[in-house]
C-alpha cells in the first residue's frame, strides 16, 4: 500500500481516502472530519452525520494509532451513466462539507476514480487539518520534552515506550530503515502531511492493536441494560488506561455523556497529577493523558502521587466525588466508569476495597499477569461483596490467551495468570480506616458481572517513559492554559513554532490574590506557620474554594494585620486547578501567582494548598532566547549541602 496514493492536497487542504476495513495509522495532532463514510479511532466511531471535527493525538514514543475504514462506509459507481448523478450527488456533498470550489471538487473525483480501480467501489473520506494547541507548542520547546510533538520529521519518526500504565495495547514501533533517509526520498511505508504529521503503514508500526477478549469485555459492558457502572482494577503497566480509554470511547458511541471518576492519585487520566476528580466526558479520549487535560465537575487536591500516608484523607475524597455524582448523575442513565490505582499489596489493596465498597459497580474488570507483583489477590473481594459472579467468557478467553509477543508459555508459568500469585498475598491486612458516612451505592441489587481480562505485558522499551515523565507531562498540559496571558500570545505564541516552558514565569503576568481573605496549607508536611509563607514562594499550588470557613484559623490578631488564615487539616474541597506563586509581595500582603482563571473564579478562590507536586525544572531552564529566568542564578557555591525532605507515615497505628 502506497500511502501518497491514498492522500491529496487540495486548495490547501489534506484528504485522505480509505479503501473497505482500511487500516492506516498516524503519528502527530491532526483535526479529522469524516466527509464520507465512517471510521474508527481508538473504539470511537466517527461518521459524516458528525458535525464537529475530533481532534486526535498519536506523540512520538508512544504507540501509533489507527484509523480503520467500515467495511462498506460509502458506495460510489464510477463507469455506470444512470448513477453518475448519484455519485456526483455524494461528491458535491463532500465538496460542501469541506469548502471546496469547482475546480476542488474535480480534483477530489479525478482522484476517488484514480484510487477505485473497480466498478463499484466504497470510500471513507476524511478531511485532515493540523492542529497545534498551547500543549503541543509548550513540549515541543521544552527541554526533555520536545520529542513527543517535534516538527522536525526525521525526530518524529523515532519512537520508544508506550503509556506507563499500558496505555496503547500495542507493540513498541519499530523504526523502518526507510525513515533515515532524507526527506526528499520519502519512504513507501511513511508518508508525511505536514510537518509533524506522518501516516504509517501497519507494517513499519504495529499500530492500534486491541485483543479480542478486550473487545468482548467492552460490548459485554456497553450491551448491558440498565445503568452502567464499571471499576477497573489492576496492577502497575497492565493496560488501565488503555481499556478505560477504550470502554469511555464505546460508551460515547451509545450515549452523550460518560462520567469518569479519577482514583488514581499517581497517574491521572484527564487532570493533573495528586489530584482525584470526577468528569463529565462527551468528547472521546484519543492519545495519552496529558493530551486531553478537561475541566472537571468535581476536583480535590490529593497533594501527593500516592495514598500511602494520609489513607484516611484518600477515602474521604473518594467519597465525596461518589456523592456529588449521586447528586448531579444518580437520577440520569449516564454511564459511569472509575479508573483506580495499580497498588495492589497491603495498604493499597485495602484502598481498592473501600473504593468498591463506595462504587458497588456492576461491571468489575480485574487484569490478570504472569507477574505476582501486579496480581489482585484471590481473596481480595472477601468481606466486602457476596454478590459478584465471574464472567465465563472471560475466564475462557483468558486461560487461552498466549503472551502478546506471540512467543509460548514458559514452563514456570501457567497460562493461567491466577495461579502465579505469591504465596502470602492471601493475608490482607485488616486497617480501620475511619469515614464518617458513606453515600449509597450506585447500583442497585442486581449481580456484579466480573471480567477476569488479559494484561499488556510492558517491554524494555516500552517502559523508557516513567510515571515521573508522565507526570511531568500532566503537569505542564494543565498549566499551558496559562501561557494565553503572556505579552507573547499575540506574537510569539499565536504561532505554531515552539515556545519553551520558561515563559510561564518569565512573559505572563502575575496577578495578585491578597492574603486577607485565604486559608494556607502545607499537605502531608509539618511546617510552623511562621515559614508557610517561605515554602509557598515559587512554588506550584493548588487553588480551591471552601463554602464552610469554619475551620479557617486566624492567628494574626493586632500584631500583624491582614494576616491570612490557616488550616488544622486537609480540606475536602472542590480544587479550581493548578498556579504557580511568582512571588510574595509583604508589603502589599498578598501572592502574586501566574495561572489561566479568570477574575471571576479568582473571586472564589478562598484556599491555597501546597502539597508534594514540585514546579519541574524545565519551567526553570532558560530558553535558547536567553532570556532571564526567575528563581534562577549562576552565583552559587558548589560545596552547600543540604538534607531532603522527610516524609512522616501518618497511617501506622499505636498500639
Not at 449509597?440 to 515521573?468: F, G, N, W
Not at 507536586?613 to 532566547?625: G, M, R, V
Given at each position: 500500500?502506497?500511502?501518497?496514493?491514498?492522500?491529496?492536497?487540495?486548495?490547501?487542504?489534506?484528504?485522505?481516502a480509505?479503501?473497505?476495513?482500511?487500516?492506516?495509522?498516524?503519528?502527530?495532532?491532526?483535526?479529522?472530519?469524516?466527509?464520507?463514510?465512517?471510521?474508527?479511532?481508538?473504539?470511537?466511531?466517527?461518521?459524516?452525520?458528525?458535525?464537529?471535527?475530533?481532534?486526535?493525538?498519536?506523540?512520538?514514543?508512544?504507540?501509533?494509532?489507527?484509523?480503520?475504514?467500515?467495511?462498506?462506509?460509502?458506495?460510489f459507481?464510477?463507469?455506470?451513466?444512470?448513477?453518475?448523478?448519484?455519485?456526483?450527488?455524494?461528491?458535491?456533498?463532500?465538496?460542501?462539507?469541506?469548502?471546496?470550489?469547482?475546480?476542488?471538487?474535480?480534483?477530489?473525483?479525478?482522484?476517488?476514480?484514480?484510487?477505485?480501480?473497480?466498478?463499484?467501489?466504497?470510500?471513507?473520506?476524511?478531511?485532515?487539518?493540523?492542529?497545534?494547541?498551547?500543549?503541543?507548542?509548550?513540549?515541543?520547546?521544552?527541554?526533555?520534552?520536545?520529542?513527543?510533538?517535534?516538527?522536525?520529521?526525521?525526530?518524529?519518526?523515532?519512537?520508544?515506550?508506550?503509556d506507563?500504565?499500558?496505555?496503547?495495547v500495542?507493540?513498541?514501533?519499530?523504526?523502518?530503515?526507510?525513515?533515515?533517509?532524507?526527506?526528499?526520498?520519502?519512504?513507501?511505508?511513511?508518508?508525511?502531511?505536514?510537518?509533524?504529521?506522518?501516516?504509517r503503514?501497519?507494517?513499519?508500526?504495529?499500530?492500534?492493536?486491541?485483543?479480542?477478549?478486550?473487545?468482548?469485555?467492552?460490548?459485554?459492558?456497553?450491551?448491558?441494560?440498565?445503568?452502567?457502572?464499571?471499576?477497573?482494577?489492576?496492577?502497575?503497566?497492565?493496560?488501565?488506561?488503555?481499556?478505560?480509554?477504550?470502554?469511555?470511547?464505546?460508551?460515547?458511541?451509545r450515549?452523550?455523556?460518560?462520567?469518569?471518576?479519577?482514583?488514581?492519585?499517581?497517574?491521572?487520566?484527564?487532570?493533573?497529577?495528586?489530584?482525584?476528580?470526577?468528569?463529565?466526558l462527551?468528547?472521546?479520549?484519543?492519545?495519552?493523558?496529558?493530551?486531553?487535560?478537561?475541566?472537571?465537575?468535581?476536583?480535590?487536591?490529593?497533594?501527593?502521587?500516592?495514598?500511602?500516608?494520609?489513607?484516611d484523607?484518600?477515602?474521604?475524597?473518594?467519597?465525596?466525588l461518589?456523592?456529588?455524582?449521586?447528586?448531579?448523575?444518580?437520577?440520569?442513565?449516564?454511564?459511569?466508569?472509575?479508573?483506580?490505582?495499580?497498588?495492589?499489596?497491603?495498604?493499597?489493596?485495602?484502598?481498592?476495597?473501600?473504593?468498591?465498597?463506595?462504587?458497588?459497580?456492576?461491571h468489575?474488570?480485574?487484569?490478570?499477569?504472569?507477574?505476582?507483583?501486579?496480581?489482585?489477590?484471590?481473596?481480595?473481594?472477601?468481606?466486602?461483596?457476596?454478590?459478584?459472579?465471574?464472567?465465563?467468557?472471560?475466564?475462557?478467553?483468558?486461560?487461552?490467551?498466549?503472551?502478546?509477543?506471540?512467543?509460548?508459555?514458559?514452563?514456570?508459568?501457567?497460562?493461567?495468570?491466577?495461579?502465579?500469585?505469591?504465596?502470602?498475598?492471601?493475608?490482607?491486612?485488616?486497617?480501620?480506616?475511619?469515614?464518617?458516612?458513606?453515600?449509597?451505592?450506585?447500583?442497585?441489587?442486581?449481580?456484579?458481572?466480573?471480567?477476569?481480562?488479559?494484561?499488556?505485558?510492558?517491554?524494555?522499551?516500552?517502559?523508557?517513559?516513567?510515571?515521573?515523565?508522565?507526570?511531568?507531562?500532566?503537569?505542564?498540559?494543565?498549566?499551558?492554559?496559562?501561557?494565553?496571558?503572556?505579552?507573547?500570545?499575540?506574537?510569539?505564541?499565536?504561532?505554531p513554532?515552539?515556545?519553551?516552558?520558561?515563559?510561564?514565569?518569565?512573559?505572563?503576568?502575575?496577578?495578585?490574590?491578597?492574603?486577607?481573605?485565604?486559608?494556607?496549607?502545607?499537605?502531608?508536611?509539618?511546617?510552623?506557620?511562621?515559614?508557610?509563607?517561605?515554602?509557598?514562594?515559587?512554588?506550584l499550588?493548588?487553588?480551591?474554594?471552601?463554602?464552610?470557613?469554619?475551620?479557617?484559623?486566624?492567628?494574626?490578631?493586632?500584631?500583624?494585620?491582614?494576616?491570612?488564615?490557616?488550616?488544622?487539616?486537609?480540606?475536602?474541597?472542590?480544587?479550581?486547578?493548578?498556579?504557580?506563586?511568582?512571588?510574595?509581595d509583604?508589603?502589599?500582603?498578598?501572592?502574586?501567582?501566574?495561572?489561566?482563571?479568570?477574575?471571576e473564579?479568582?473571586?472564589?478562590?478562598?484556599?491555597?494548598?501546597?502539597?508534594?507536586?514540585?514546579?519541574?525544572?524545565?519551567?526553570?531552564?532558560?530558553?535558547?532566547?536567553?532570556?532571564?529566568?526567575?528563581?534562577?542564578?549562576?552565583?552559587?557555591?558548589?560545596?552547600?549541602?543540604?538534607?531532603?525532605?522527610?516524609?512522616?507515615?501518618?497511617?501506622?497505628?499505636?498500639?
Amino acid at each position: 500500500m502506497y500511502l501518497d496514493t491514498h492522500a491529496i492536497e487540495i486548495n490547501g487542504k489534506e484528504f485522505l481516502a480509505l479503501e473497505p476495513d482500511q487500516v492506516i495509522c498516524y503519528e502527530g495532532s491532526a483535526k479529522v472530519t469524516v466527509l464520507a463514510g465512517s471510521v474508527t479511532i481508538n473504539g470511537c466511531q466517527l461518521s459524516c452525520e458528525h458535525r464537529s471535527a475530533c481532534i486526535v493525538h498519536s506523540p512520538s514514543g508512544f504507540p501509533c494509532h489507527a484509523i480503520r475504514s467500515a467495511k462498506k462506509p460509502l458506495l460510489f459507481t464510477q463507469c455506470k451513466p444512470p448513477l453518475l448523478s448519484q455519485w456526483q450527488k455524494e461528491i458535491k456533498h463532500v465538496a460542501k462539507r469541506s469548502s471546496l470550489n469547482l475546480d476542488g471538487c474535480r480534483t477530489l473525483i479525478q482522484f476517488l476514480r484514480k484510487l477505485t480501480k473497480e466498478e463499484e467501489s466504497t470510500v471513507a473520506i476524511l478531511q485532515l487539518e493540523e492542529h497545534c494547541d498551547d500543549v503541543n507548542r509548550l513540549l515541543s520547546g521544552t527541554c526533555g520534552l520536545g520529542q513527543f510533538f517535534s516538527r522536525d520529521s526525521s525526530q518524529s519518526q523515532s519512537s520508544a515506550g508506550s503509556d506507563v500504565d499500558g496505555a496503547d495495547v500495542a507493540e513498541s514501533r519499530s523504526a523502518s530503515a526507510d525513515d533515515a533517509q532524507d526527506e526528499s526520498t520519502v519512504a513507501p511505508t511513511s508518508h508525511r502531511l505536514w510537518p509533524g504529521f506522518v501516516l504509517r503503514t501497519p507494517g513499519s508500526c504495529s499500530g492500534f492493536t486491541v485483543h479480542s477478549q478486550w473487545k468482548q469485555t467492552i460490548k459485554s459492558i456497553v450491551s448491558a441494560s440498565g445503568r452502567t457502572s464499571a471499576m477497573i482494577c489492576g496492577g502497575m503497566n497492565v493496560g488501565k488506561s488503555s481499556f478505560g480509554r477504550l470502554l469511555v470511547n464505546s460508551l460515547l458511541n451509545r450515549h452523550d455523556r460518560v462520567v469518569f471518576i479519577e482514583t488514581d492519585v499517581g497517574q491521572t487520566e484527564l487532570s493533573a497529577p495528586a489530584m482525584l476528580s470526577l468528569h463529565c466526558l462527551t468528547q472521546p479520549l484519543i492519545g495519552p493523558p496529558f493530551c486531553h487535560q478537561s475541566p472537571a465537575v468535581m476536583s480535590i487536591f490529593f497533594g501527593d502521587v500516592s495514598p500511602s500516608n494520609q489513607p484516611d484523607f484518600y477515602v474521604r475524597c473518594v467519597c465525596r466525588l461518589m456523592e456529588v455524582y449521586l447528586e448531579k448523575f444518580a437520577g440520569d442513565d449516564v454511564p459511569l466508569v472509575v479508573n483506580t490505582h495499580g497498588w495492589v499489596r497491603g495498604l493499597g489493596i485495602t484502598l481498592i476495597r473501600e473504593v468498591y465498597r463506595l462504587v458497588r459497580p456492576g461491571h468489575l474488570v480485574v487484569f490478570k499477569s504472569a507477574e505476582g507483583s501486579k496480581l489482585m489477590p484471590a481473596n481480595w473481594l472477601d468481606g466486602v461483596s457476596d454478590n459478584v459472579v465471574l464472567n465465563t467468557d472471560s475466564v475462557a478467553s483468558t486461560s487461552t490467551d498466549v503472551p502478546m509477543d506471540g512467543s509460548s508459555v514458559s514452563e514456570g508459568h501457567s497460562q493461567d495468570a491466577s495461579t502465579a500469585r505469591n504465596d502470602d498475598e492471601d493475608d490482607i491486612p485488616v486497617i480501620d480506616l475511619t469515614v464518617e458516612q458513606r453515600p449509597s451505592p450506585v447500583r442497585d441489587s442486581r449481580e456484579c458481572q466480573l471480567y477476569h481480562v488479559r494484561s499488556h505485558e510492558a517491554t524494555d522499551r516500552t517502559r523508557s517513559i516513567q510515571s515521573k515523565t508522565h507526570r511531568h507531562l500532566a503537569v505542564v498540559a494543565s498549566l499551558a492554559a496559562t501561557l494565553q496571558q503572556s505579552s507573547l500570545y499575540e506574537s510569539e505564541l499565536s504561532s505554531p513554532l515552539p515556545v519553551h516552558a520558561s515563559a510561564l514565569l518569565r512573559a505572563v503576568p502575575p496577578r495578585e490574590l491578597p492574603w486577607s481573605r485565604l486559608a494556607l496549607h502545607v499537605m502531608h508536611s509539618s511546617v510552623p506557620r511562621s515559614q508557610i509563607l517561605h515554602a509557598m514562594n515559587g512554588s506550584l499550588v493548588a487553588l480551591a474554594y471552601a463554602e464552610d470557613t469554619s475551620q479557617f484559623v486566624n492567628v494574626g490578631g493586632d500584631s500583624f494585620a491582614d494576616a491570612p488564615c490557616f488550616l488544622t487539616s486537609n480540606p475536602v474541597v472542590h480544587c479550581l486547578g493548578l498556579a504557580v506563586i511568582r512571588a510574595v509581595d509583604m508589603t502589599r500582603k498578598s501572592f502574586h501567582i501566574c495561572t489561566s482563571f479568570s477574575d471571576e473564579e479568582l473571586q472564589r478562590v478562598n484556599i491555597v494548598l501546597k502539597g508534594r507536586l514540585d514546579l519541574s525544572t524545565s519551567f526553570l531552564h532558560e530558553s535558547a532566547s536567553q532570556h532571564p529566568v526567575p528563581y534562577m542564578s549562576r552565583d552559587f557555591s558548589k560545596n552547600i549541602t543540604g538534607a531532603g525532605v522527610s516524609k512522616p507515615r501518618k497511617n501506622l497505628k499505636r498500639r
